[in-house]
């Protein structure tokens, strides 16, 4: 069955980094596009970051764009979310998905916060 892990996410202060990781399982994963969204409290989901199934092609929000990296290691079967300049209003669960959204993984959190 297909299963996608979170993992990397924590407290940081402003201006400060993290690394998501997302481990997928249950499917070949070299052949999906794959993508990030995070929720905030009383917001709807949003997409932060896509990235093609050799990683060739990537697109973010424009909130995020300049700040955030997304990227993927086909033969570890893991995709990869660098934040830097983490600001408050990136604090959220963070959601691996394969595709847009076609399968979920449990989320991380991700607190911005002096």
């Known amino acids: 069955q297909v299963q996608l892990v979170e993992s990397g996410g924590g407290l940081v202060q402003p201006g400060g980094s993290l690394r998501l990781s997302c481990a997928a399982s249950?499917?070949?994963?070299?052949?999906?596009?794959m993508s990030w969204y995070r929720q905030a409290p009383g917001k709807e989901r949003e997409l932060v970051a896509a990235i093609s199934t050799a990683g060739y092609s990537t697109n973010y929000a424009d909130s995020v764009k300049g700040r955030f990296t997304i990227s993927r290691d086909n033969a570890k079967k893991t995709m990869y979310l660098q934040m830097n300049s983490l600001r408050p209003e990136d604090t959220a669960v963070y959601y691996c998905?394969?595709?847009?959204?076609?399968?979920w993984g449990q989320g991380t959190q991700v607190t911005v916060s002096s």
């Open positions: 998905t394969r595709g847009f959204g076609d399968y």
């Open positions: 249950g499917f070949t994963f070299s052949s999906y596009a």
